[in-house]
């Protein structure tokens, strides 16, 4: 049984189905994919949009391989395109296919002597990916053991604030700033957090492939949710929708699922074994009992738009085509995230939203419908940081058109012209702009605090010895017969795949014959 078809869900699900296991998949929504899915948000606009997440890094090629998944990732050769705030007739263009334009464009913003420590930093990140990836299909390693591969200078940067490795390498704000964000998505935290989340979630965007690249999937995220579908029912499974799971009663050779179908009628069932792609958070409620602490929170606003045309940049050297064609990120200096960070912190709303922003349509244009592609227009998704679901609690609509309103004006602070003049229209004619705040998240798709992460990141290795598969695998819980198969998960976050896997491969060691 696996509760939730998310794609970790449908992996777990294709996996067990595969082996010869009769799989049964759960699903409260009326569509199979959770938060990795592509739909129709604008009415009478033939886009399809990655509502909530946007790109793949974390998926192993084994997981493509082994299950035979018709899926095309793409590279971005643009990496990432900032522009100087206060400035930004001048802006910071990545382009990992040209390293003497890279340069230049370091010298343009006042950043000359960053150039050579950008190259040094990325080949050390590199050299840890390649260390720690290819780790990831296979059960977890002893913390012993990762020390020993990724190197002494890693490992104390790894368990030392990251601001201070960011600091002591790069001297430009601007450049501290590119570096951080990968620290800071979907987590509320200071560069010199001394919890270390940020370095885990760092750790965990550089590692990607073993090479740190974010590709736009063929199709959208759709396509991911489609291919994982495909095989799981080619393999056996069921797959229901519109089937709430309201409580799981685990006992030393099963559980007990009991959920309710569309019309509100109760169904129990027993299965060998429960797999739950689902936040730890939400398992606890399952198991009827009380959540311990306040539960995480989220801290993005995710802005979904449809534009007639991209907009114009103040700075004339860079096309909007290649500037947009990366990661354009906005008003994200390393001392504008710091100052946001503290004003979040102190309950408000960051008087200057740093952000970023993903155009899919550039890289794979087959989210749009025919008419759109031959008209120029583009999708865009804003990822706003440090707007953790504590601002949006008391007022969740009021503060949702506040935060908006914010981060569009923090984006046309550094545009040619405001946003709002190049989006699109619905049937309705209303503009195609949609937010979700962390607790929309929460409310659409079950992300308790609207954490894209289920929870905090945690180490992908272990510090103690397991005991068990399901401990060996990062996916135990408080019950033998109950698994986590989601991003909360040891190796979570992401649209990876990977606790899926690892929650069938814990149960066929587990129980290979069961």
Not at 445 to 455: K, T, V
């Amino acid at each position: 049984m696996v509760v939730g078809g998310g794609h970790n869900g449908l992996t777990a699900a294709a996996y067990l189905a595969r082996a010869g296991r009769s799989v049964l998949v759960l699903e409260r929504a009326d569509h199979l994919g959770g938060a990795t899915g592509s739909l129709r948000v604008f009415r009478g606009v033939d886009a399809n949009l990655s509502r909530y997440s946007y790109l793949v890094s974390l998926m192993p090629q084994a997981v493509r391989d082994e299950l035979g998944l018709s899926l095309q990732l793409r590279r971005r050769r643009i990496a990432s395109y900032t522009p100087l705030p206060g400035d930004a007739a001048r802006g910071l263009l990545v382009d990992t296919g040209d390293d003497g334009a890279t340069r230049s464009s370091f010298a343009a913003v006042g950043a000359a002597s960053d150039h050579r420590a950008w190259q040094g930093f990325a080949a050390r990140t590199h050299a840890l990916a390649q260390a720690v990836f290819p780790g990831v299909t296979a059960p977890l390693p002893p913390a012993t053991r990762v020390r020993a591969a990724v190197g002494e200078e890693w490992w104390a940067d790894l368990h030392a604030p990251l601001g201070e490795l960011i600091e002591r390498t790069f001297t430009s704000d601007l450049v501290r700033g590119v570096i951080v964000t990968d620290a800071l998505i979907g987590t509320f935290a200071d560069a010199h957090d001394t919890t270390l989340v940020q370095n885990r979630c760092f750790l965990y965007h550089v590692i990607g492939g073993g090479t740190g690249d974010w590709d736009v999937p063929v199709g959208g995220m759709g396509a991911v949710v489609d291919a994982l579908t495909d095989v799981a029912r080619a393999g056996g499974a069921e797959l229901l929708t519109r089937a709430t799971v309201r409580a799981v009663h685990p006992g030393p050779d099963g559980a007990d699922v009991v959920w309710t179908d569309d019309d509100g009628r109760e169904h129990t069932v027993t299965a060998g074994h429960v797999l739950v792609n689902a936040a730890p958070r939400v398992l606890d409620g399952l198991l009827g009992r009380e959540p311990a602490g306040t539960g995480p929170e989220g801290s993005q606003l995710k802005v979904n738009m449809v534009l007639r045309r991209l907009p114009r940049l103040r700075d004339p050297q860079v096309d909007p085509s290649v500037a947009f064609a990366g990661t354009f990120h906005i008003n994200e200096t390393y001392e504008q995230l710091a100052t946001a960070y503290a004003e979040a912190a102190a309950g408000r709303l960051p008087s200057v939203p740093p952000a970023e922003i993903y155009c899919h349509t550039l890289t794979d244009p087959s989210i749009l419908g025919a008419g759109l592609r031959a008209s120029g227009h583009h999708t865009l998704t804003l990822f706003g940081l440090h707007m953790p679901a504590r601002l949006f609690r008391d007022d969740p609509e009021g503060a949702r058109a506040a935060a908006l309103a914010s981060t569009l004006g923090s984006l046309n602070s550094v545009l040619a012209e405001p946003i709002e003049d190049c989006l699109a229209r619905d049937a309705d004619g209303r503009p195609c702009l949609e937010a979700r705040s962390p607790v929309d998240l929460e409310d659409d798709i079950a992300l308790p605090g609207g954490h894209i992460f289920h929870r905090d990141l945690q180490w992908p290795w272990l510090e103690e010895e397991a005991h068990s598969p399901a401990e060996r695998w990062g996916v135990a819980t408080a019950h033998d017969r109950v698994l986590l198969c989601g991003a909360g998960a040891r190796r979570g976050g992401g649209v990876s795949g990977i606790p899926g896997r690892s929650a069938a491969m814990a149960l066929l060691e587990e129980a290979p014959r069961a």
